[in-house]
């Protein structure tokens, strides 16, 4: 099958590389003239580290990144208890990844180029129609790509290709958007934690450990906050030594790592959107990632939902090799997961990144308690690990690889457990 992948981000290159080892002729399409990440640090869930262990990459991730045993949140100041969160509540060898993006998209570029995927660059794909076969046609403003026998749209969140034959719901931007950099850790002071501080809902301070990069013997951290996204040109104005301060006094064990910026230059601008389609399929076309149900950062779990949809897809295609029939069995069999995970995106976010004043309040003094209480607290860590389908289900990433069972009694741990860090 002839198969065009636009977009060389996480989805794009995990379907991709599915793909191709599927046997299909994959090409992809790229905007840049050379493929590259864009964003900082991410969390890899069990979910999305079953999906790289089936491409054989997730061995290479856990030694390029940091063990994620779970979440630490405090209110800023107050220090009181909101988070506190482990993955080891669902099994005693579980974890997650703290990577940075380009590390990861690393991995899965070289699988690519091991596979010697072509990779068209400098086409931005906005159009797409049909030719007399009914077989569709990519068009950048200037030449037409194809036929194909199916195109799968991975452009992400701002994707121009999802207009065109999506059955789009809501595509809105969220009000709330984040700057972010990446320091050095040499106190050594954050590890196995994503670490959070809450200023009501206005601001969220957050450190993640993310490996040692570039060979560097330090570890290093993601290191994030979050403001209104018109805010952000009178943050600049304010300069660098006032937004220092202001975290400081939020959190001042952080001082070390919020000085490490020179410029405010040095740390990038990121928005965010809310994208929810009534379908994600159409005649021989598919929406695979962030194109096709982008949401908040605050579960943490665009690329891994990216890399479920990559291995799903592939697997929908193994089965049968009517198109159209495999995009809609691949539609219905992500439909719960990617739904749960936007309805709790939806209702959590104003609990942390809104202009609301009760929810802040009520965060405060329900969601400490909470994580201690045994059915709440447990389904907390499902939400996070990525594996929640439903209020009341959820999936087993061993069902994807078995180094990631949830059973306690998982047999397969032993061969993790030189990356897996002792309490």
Known sequence: MKIAVVGAGISGLSAAAFLKRSGHDVVIYEQFDTPRPLGS?????????????????????????????????????????????????LAPHLFGLGIHRGTLFSLLHDETNRQKIPVVTSVVVADATYD????????????????????????????????????VKKDRMYPYAAVWGVCR????????HLYQRYQKARHMIGVMP????????????????????????????????????????LWPEVEALAGQFETLDDLSFATYGDVVLRSCCNHRMVSIGDAAHATSPQLGQGANMGLMDALVLDECLRQT??????????AEKRKRHIG??????HWLTPFFQSDASFHPILRDATFGLMCKLPYLGTEMVR????????????MNPGTIHPDYDLSPDNSSKASRREFFPTP
């Open 132 to 167: 007399a076969d009914n077989k569709p046609l990519l068009g950048d403003g200037k030449n037409r790509h194809g036929p194909f026998d199916l195109v799968i749209n991975a452009q992400g969140m701002r994707s121009p290709l999802r207009q065109k034959f999506a059955e």
């Open 210 to 249: 993310v490996g040692k990069l570039n060979g560097d013997a330090c570890e290093s951290v993601a290191f994030f906050w979050s403001l209104r996204t018109h805010e952000y040109d009178l943050w600049r104005e304010q300069g660098l030594q006032a937004w220092r301060r202001h975290v400081v006094a």
């Open 321 to 330: 090799e009517d198109v159209n029939a495999a995009i809609k069995t691949y």
């Open 383 to 394: 939400t996070l690990a990525g594996v929640k389908t439903g209020l009341f289900t959820s």
């Open 41 to 89: 640090g991410l969390m890899l869930q069990p979910t999305g580290l079953a999906v790289l262990a089936r491409l054989g990459l997730d061995k290479a991730a856990i030694g390029a990144s940091s063990p994620i045993l779970g979440i630490q949140g405090r209110v800023a100041g107050a220090e009181r208890v909101i988070f506190d969160v482990s993955y080891r509540t």
């Open 340 to 345: 749960f995970y936007q309805t709790a995106s």
């Open 185 to 192: 850790d040499t106190a050594g002071a954050f590890k196995n």
